[in-house]
């Protein structure tokens, strides 16, 4: 024994250490989540994926998708390396297109748009998720540009065959232009409005239903978040400003290719209720809605829409966490699911929520 | 076996002074930057307190806030730095010092009768045990440390937050994950292969050969990554993970060769 003296207290020493640093870590609960339907049925909605992130000692990310299955990602160097990432890999195309300086890249959640403008060229690529296909096309497009770092160029709207752009100049922010791409033709239209923009104003296209645009303006020099946004109907042949909806301080989305206009929002001092307000455009009238929910909703900041008029929306609850989807048009709660974690950890967070 | 077993309990022996201070060293040098931003922190509030004839709670949000352990611990990251580098001296200390001195233990260890496979192993054991050794006790101090500042701090000053919340450092070496510590140590295997593989050659070959090798292994090191890099990118454009896989396979695998070469040379080439 005497002779290995030097290497015993070594192993004594990284024995007694390590030791205590291996049951430190064994001593680290993890959540253990499982779902639980509240209500509808899990079958009748979209998969959606929930990604949900511990907090403290060994952060840990976990998903969640709508037949239950909860899959645990290591945190360890080599599950780092080998980590399988469910995101869908754009086209290498796609890919090297979007990431130049003079492109400008936009995104609905179900498709991924690249524009590019510049020597009358305007170069159009899409690439949809769900059927994993890329579309590309080069329209003819007047402009002096030599270079497209001058220009923001974003989608707005998808119908169909038709793209609707907006196109602001980073030199002059009253030159805002609505661009239509009919990707069956070669030719890129601008749609004509009324007004122009009032001057310290910036102004940002919203939803185009037939021939009817709306849009909001606001003071292109505000910070404040709850600068008030004014909405105009442009018609094509007059614009007026929509009274409805400037009274109102929450955000609105197009649905049902641009024919609605919905805002969501809690009501105050109600838990159970989510409530939203839903313009037609083709009515032109204002309506509210609301749905009750089985469970206590805090924090609504997650949503998606894959189907037309379905709200997907994910948000905190008194003992986890809840998916619900909202059958928007007939007012109904089509399903609610809540998740738990049997090892109540503390400070777990929504990570990420997307409808598959 | 037991030969390794003996040579490297020898090379431990030889080294303990050694090891002894720079251990002592490390513990010396973190327990003192604890206790002085420990006492400089609760100094400047005492001090913010009397002069402005404001209350502790004023005084500690004039401060930006109580004292965090990861600030109390800020001066450790440094300290586990400088004890990275030492771990790279030890490396080449622990072959050149054989060949220095009046006793050319060199002649001894050559001399000695078996595979000189064991001479190789026992070296890259011990340092092995060191880094092993040296993690532990990190870990011993910073749980000492935890203790100190929850012990020494008055409850206001002080934030209850996590142990894992501190320095870059801490946070590459103690991920609370127990396998990643055999992870370190493969990182650290290769890095010691390296240098050994340097000092092996420096004595096997005259100068301008030994330079020109070690070189080569060198580009060879970084050429990889390189090259790697640009045949995966035109494969797939999902390139951090990719890239990072094959290119930890292509340094396995080099090292893999070095070891090997390592080895050889140990055998045939090292001579008194």
Do not use: C
């Not at chain 1, 290995?4 to 430190?24: A, D, E, W």
């Not at chain 1, 159970?272 to 924090?299: A, C, G, N, Q, Y």
């Not at chain 2, 973190?30 to 609760?42: G, N």
């Not at chain 2, 990182?187 to 301008?208: A, N, P, W």
């Amino acid at each position: 024994m005497k002779r290995y003296r030097q290497l015993l207290i070594y192993g004594v020493i990284i024995l007694i250490t390590i030791g205590s640093y291996i049951g430190y870590t064994l001593s680290i609960k993890g959540a253990d989540f499982s779902l639980e339907t509240v209500s509808g049925k899990p079958s009748q909605i979209e998969n959606f994926n929930l990604r949900l992130q511990t907090k403290g000692m060994r952060s840990t990310i976990y998903d969640v998708n709508a037949k239950g299955d909860i899959e645990k990602q290591s945190n360890s160097y080599v599950g780092q390396l080998f980590r399988e990432d469910s995101m869908t890999d754009l086209p290498d195309k796609y890919y090297e297109f979007t990431t130049q300086m003079e492109t400008n890249a936009s995104s609905d959640g179900q498709s991924e748009y690249a524009i590019q403008i510049k020597h009358n060229k305007l170069q159009f690529k899409m690439f949809t998720f769900k059927t994993e296909e890329m579309f590309e096309k080069t329209f003819q497009y007047d402009t002096k540009l030599e270079t497209g770092m001058d220009i923001q160029a974003s989608v707005v709207d998808k119908q169909a065959m038709k793209i609707y752009i907006q196109l602001d100049r980073v030199d002059q922010p009253r030159e805002t232009k609505l661009l239509v791409l009919d990707l069956t033709g070669d030719r890129v239209e601008e749609i004509v409005l009324q007004k122009p923009v009032a001057p310290k104003h910036a102004r940002q296209f919203l939803a185009i239903h037939q021939n009817e645009v709306v849009y909001t303006e606001q003071p292109s020099d505000s910070d404040e978040e709850n600068t008030k946004l004014s909405y105009f109907l442009d018609d094509g042949k007059s614009v007026r400003s929509i009274k409805e909806l400037n009274q109102q301080q929450i955000g609105y989305t197009p649905y049902a290719n641009g024919r609605y206009l919905i805002g969501f929002r809690l009501p105050e001092g109600e838990t159970k209720r989510i409530e939203w307000s839903m313009f037609d455009l083709e009515t032109k009238r204002l309506s509210e809605h609301s749905v009750s929910s089985p469970l206590v909703l805090k924090k609504i900041d997650w949503l998606d829409s894959k189907d037309e008029m379905q709200l997907y929306l994910s948000s905190e609850t008194s003992d986890g966490f809840q998916v619900s989807v909202i059958d928007l048009k007939n007012e109904q709660l089509m399903y609610q699911g809540e998740i738990k974690d049997a090892n109540r950890k503390k400070g777990t967070r929504i990570y990420d929520f997307a409808v598959q | 076996m037991k030969r390794w077993l003996l040579l490297t309990n020898e090379e431990l022996k030889r080294s303990t002074k050694l090891l002894v201070l720079l251990i002592s060293g490390l513990i010396v040098a973190e327990i003192a930057s604890l206790l002085y931003q420990i006492y400089d922190y609760q100094s400047t509030i005492e001090k913010t307190m009397r002069i402005e004839q404001i209350s502790e709670m004023d005084a500690i949000a004039r401060a930006g806030g109580a004292l965090t352990f990861a600030q109390a611990t800020d001066f450790y990251d440094s300290v586990i730095v400088l004890a990275m580098g030492m771990i790279i001296l030890f490396a080449f200390w622990i072959w050149y010092r054989d060949w220095m001195g009046e006793t050319k233990y060199i002649y001894r260890l050559l001399l000695l009768p078996g595979s000189r496979r064991a001479i190789f192993g026992s070296k890259m054991t011990a340092l092995l045990l060191v880094v092993t050794s040296l993690i532990g006790i990190q870990w011993g101090l910073l749980l000492l440390s935890r203790n100190l500042y929850l012990w020494l701090l008055p409850d206001a000053q002080q934030v209850t937050a996590s142990i894992n919340e501190y320095s870059f450092y801490m946070n590459l070496f103690y991920t609370m994950y127990p396998s990643d510590i055999l992870f370190i140590l493969l990182m650290s295997f290769i890095v010691i292969s390296f240098v050994f593989m340097t000092v092996l050659l420096e004595r096997s070959f005259r100068k301008g050969k030994a330079f020109l090798l070690v070189g080569l292994h060198g580009i060879a090191l970084i050429g990889g990554y390189i090259i790697l890099g640009l045949a995966l990118s035109a494969i797939s454009n999902d390139l951090s993970q990719l890239h990072m896989q094959f290119y930890l396979g292509y340094i396995v695998l080099l090292t893999l060769y070095v070891s090997y070469k390592n080895l050889r040379l140990v055998q045939t080439r090292l001579s008194v």
